[in-house]
């Protein structure tokens, strides 16, 4: 499928954009629900175009489709949450929301007619809380609670035209994640400890390699179907914990974190009518029930002689037992006068959450998305605005399959709002 060219040709510019820790992320579990105001505001839908620099990230063979011999992309979004947490130690709560940005950039380049590479540094996933909660025990009266994770790729990127009509792309590049967890917790184990009341302070930073590949087939020169693979990302972060355990004291522990990113396969297709009205679909599945059956927590090297002898160190197994989801993800946009734009999208996806290890650390409980989008041309400059509003259903949990009881007969509630801005210059 190709779509009307509307942009002149004019000189190529440089950018370097800084990319933000996500605070406040909500989507298919803590993966985003598109990346990029253009894919955003047709309902995140991106495998089978090949009209923007997130190609690279969703499917690398529509790089090579784009129009021009060269783009630079800069993109920005403002994430809000609106969170709430009640069990019977604490009244309907909402969360302490921070406004937040994130963005993007990325960079391609033609090499040939049949052969494009491309650089982009796209953040994709997160999950964030922070609450004033009551503990229970030892550690009873208001506590902070607060989390932390974010995952941004950075993806050189080779696109090439396999045939008039197939194309081919793959990325080889590093994953990068920032996690963070603060207040009161019940250790799990397997340890000496396990059962145990503390305040918890733990955070690790890490870098893994990544690689996807995708095909993208024109049916006819309205229609395109497309395939993507996006390889796990399997993280071990490196930092320290704080543990306090209420009459023995507080060490600071060496401390390593066991994350996984979900692997995840996508397919989808993209038609254009007569009218200039462009019709998407997009079915990705994600592995959630590898990527978070645990999160694992190593600590070695206490700095407190106490907890030398009591517990020199902990291995903590945190499980998750989350289930896989399919994201449906539909998208309609229409060619206005001018070259400008007008998108409309609707995601489906199921909550991979268990209520059994629903905690207030993690609410991505989202299940669906609404988005709208606008795009226009001033003077070359493709600009593209979006907004996203997403929500699920209230999550009840019954006996919660955490030990201490902490969150047994909890009501959780998550939605978000989400504000894209892109900038896009060709040549």
Not at 56 to 77: C, K, R, Y
Not at 117 to 129: E, I, N, P, R
Request: a negative charge; glycine letters at 10%.
């Amino acid at each position: 499928m190709r779509v009307r060219k509307c942009s002149a040709s004019v000189r190529m510019i440089m950018a370097i954009t800084s990319l933000a820790l996500v605070s406040d992320l909500f989507a298919d579990g803590t993966i985003r629900d598109g990346v990029g105001a253009r894919s955003i505001g047709r309902g995140g839908t991106n495998i089978a175009h090949h009209d923007n620099a997130h190609v690279m990230l969703d499917n690398p063979a529509g790089l090579v489709g784009f129009e021009g011999d060269s783009m630079i992309e800069i993109g920005g979004h403002l994430l809000m949450t609106d969170l709430s947490y009640s069990d019977p130690d604490n009244p309907r709560t909402g969360d302490i929301d921070n406004p937040f940005p994130i963005g993007e950039v990325a960079f391609a380049k033609r090499l040939s007619d049949d052969v494009m590479v491309g650089l982009g540094m796209f953040s994709q996933a997160g999950f964030a809380a922070e609450y004033i909660l009551n503990g229970q025990g030892a550690l009873a009266g208001p506590q902070h609670m607060k989390s932390i994770g974010a995952m941004a790729r950075v993806l050189p990127t080779l696109s090439i035209n396999l045939t008039d009509r197939l194309s081919f792309g793959a990325t080889v590049g590093a994953s990068i994640s920032h996690v963070e967890f603060e207040g009161p917790y019940t250790l799990q184990g397997p340890n000496a400890l396990a059962g145990t009341g503390l305040r918890v302070d733990a955070q690790g930073t890490g870098i893994a390699p990544h690689w996807s590949l995708g095909f993208q087939y024109d049916l006819s020169d309205a229609t395109t179907i497309g395939v993507s693979y996006l390889e796990e990302a399997d993280m071990e972060l490196d930092g320290t914990t704080t543990a306090a355990i209420p009459g023995v004291g507080t060490a600071r522990y060496d401390s390593q974190i066991d994350i996984v990113w979900p692997r995840m396969m996508g397919v989808g297709i993209a038609h254009q009518t007569p009218a200039n009205r462009t019709f998407s679909f997009d079915a990705i599945w994600m592995d959630w029930s590898n990527a978070y059956r645990q999160i694992d927590l190593q600590l070695t090297n206490p700095n407190d002689p106490t907890f030398q002898i009591v517990a020199p160190t902990l291995n903590e197994s945190i499980p998750m037992n989350w289930r896989d989801s399919v994201s449906l993800r539909f998208g309609v946009e229409q060619q206005l006068a001018n070259c400008n734009v007008l998108r409309l999208g609707y995601i489906y996806h199921r909550n991979p959450i268990p209520a059994e290890t629903l905690t207030p650390f993690i609410q991505t409980t989202i299940e669906h998305a609404l988005s709208v989008g606008y795009g226009w041309n001033w003077r070359g400059l493709e600009m593209d605005f979006a907004y996203q509003w997403m929500f699920g259903p209230d999550v009840t949990v019954g006996t919660s399959d955490l030990t201490g009881g902490d969150y047994d007969n909890a009501i959780s509630t998550a939605s978000a709002h989400q504000f894209s801005l892109s900038f896009r210059r060709r040549r």
